[in-house]
């Protein structure tokens, strides 16, 4: 059973907003997309993908520069070359920009380049670094772990908010069982159970849930449709090059077409997924 003292106990009268900007929250009406590639692999590729992306749009874009990889001789990512090509891109586009923390020596850097700090599956239990992130001034993304129950998952937010950051926002993205045709199983009953727990927003990963790109759009629309906040969602210029996770990326097309037809699932369920902006309104600083 879950503690009843905990300090993120839904109460039917309270939903946390989380705020990413000035201009983007989750949890309240509008539902909140984050795009882009698995790994930051250069200037380019990032700057090509918060273009395309103006026409889903999307709120916010991802890529990680310290990468938890199964091998230590895989690609470890750009670190703080990441970072700014990451700044950059933020700036010039006006999106906010969500990387993973691995590590407290990290935090740092981390919280002067990005808007959102993402906690990964692996660490989910790393209660040093989830106490460290309590400190942190700015909102974290918590990924449940690889083989987490719910109540780990909600203890591990637990942990965060106890140590003083209530900006948390809870991310599923699939648990590993028996069966490896898909590369988790993503479990929509958690997406559910933890809005009816917590006061926290939730978002859904489909991309590491089920590891292969034709099989992300139909499960973002169930997401949609079960009341998740969000979704987060890998793409890439080249899906086939990339340089981490390329069997799931979407191509860029994809993701602006897939974010269309969300729009109509969200409206359904009374959420508002925002229109793409006019030529005159995107504004690209020179
Ligand atoms: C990622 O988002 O690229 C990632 C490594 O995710 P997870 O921690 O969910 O495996
Ligand atoms: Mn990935």
Do not use: W
């Not at 946390?16 to 590639?37: D, M, N």
């Not at 933020?90 to 407290?104: A, G, K």
């Not at 079960?226 to 191509?251: M, N, T, W, Y």
Request: aromatic share 4%; charged share 20%; glycine share 6%.
């Amino acid at each position: 059973m879950l503690n009843a003292k905990l300090t993120l106990a839904a109460h039917s009268d309270h939903q946390t907003l989380v705020k990413l900007s000035e201009q983007v929250a989750f949890g309240g009406r509008e539902f909140v997309i984050i795009g882009g590639p698995c790994t930051v692999e250069s200037r380019l590729q990032m700057e090509t993908v918060a273009t395309q992306l103006q026409h889903a749009p999307v709120q916010a874009l991802r890529g990680g520069v310290f990468k938890p990889r199964t091998s230590p001789y895989a690609f470890q990512g750009l670190g703080i070359e990441g970072l700014e090509i990451l700044s950059d891109v933020r700036q010039r586009h006006n999106l906010p920009v969500v990387t993973e923390v691995m590590s407290i020596a990290q935090i740092e850097s981390i919280v002067t380049y990005a808007d959102m700090l993402q906690v990964g599956s692996r660490n989910m239990q790393n209660f040093d670094l989830l106490k460290a992130l309590g400190q942190a001034e700015k909102p974290i993304l918590l990924k449940r772990g690889l083989a987490a129950t719910v109540e780990e998952f909600v203890m591990a937010a637990e942990y965060i908010l106890s140590h003083g950051n209530p900006n948390v926002v809870l991310c599923e993205r699939g648990i590993r069982s028996f069966d490896n045709y898909t590369r988790n199983v993503l479990d929509l009953g958690a997406v559910v159970a933890l809005k009816q727990l917590t006061h926290l927003p939730v978002i859904v990963d489909p991309s590491h849930a089920v590891g292969k790109r034709e099989l992300v759009a139909p499960l973002a629309k169930a997401a949609v449709a079960c009341g998740a906040d969000g979704l987060i969602i890998e793409c890439h210029p080249e899906p086939e090059k990339s340089v981490s996770d390329a069997r799931q990326a979407l191509s860029l097309e994809d993701m602006v077409d897939l974010v269309h037809s969300l729009r109509p699932i969200a409206a359904a369920v009374g959420r508002t997924i925002p229109e793409v902006k006019s030529l005159a309104e995107l504004s690209v600083a020179a």
